[in-house]
Nanobody, 122 residues
């Protein structure tokens, strides 16, 4: 089965950048579409971005569109989230997840990483 581990989170000032990585182990990473989600304290988990099995058809939530870029490298078994122009409201734990098919609903995704904390100071 696919196992996922995120990295790259940290503390950054508003307007700064971070690049999150999601390392996959196990079989058939290239067969999965992948997504990024986030969860802030006291809030529900929300969709951030997704790409299909080949890294194409990127989909973004409105609140990150134009600032975040999601990419997938099947050869390296890695998923990335480049985050620019960070805002305090982007503060959350960020998760990567895998899905057969494609979409933006957390319940569609079967495998999840443990998450990485992103904190944006004002």
């Amino acid at each position: 089965q696919l196992q996922l581990v995120e990295s790259g989170g940290g503390l950054v000032q508003a307007g700064g950048s971070l690049r999150l990585s999601c390392a996959a182990s196990g079989r058939d990473f290239s067969a999965y579409s992948m997504g990024w989600f986030r969860q802030a304290p006291g809030k529900e988990r929300e969709f951030v971005a997704a790409v299909d099995w080949n890294g194409g058809n990127p989909m973004y939530a409105e609140y990150v569109k134009g600032r975040f870029t999601c990419s997938k490298d099947n050869a390296k078994k890695q998923l990335y989230l480049q985050m620019n122009g960070l805002r305090p409201e982007d503060t959350a734990v960020y998760y990567c997840a895998s899905v057969h098919g494609f979409g933006g609903q957390p319940k569609q995704y079967g495998r999840w990483g443990p998450g990485t904390q992103v904190t944006v100071s004002s």
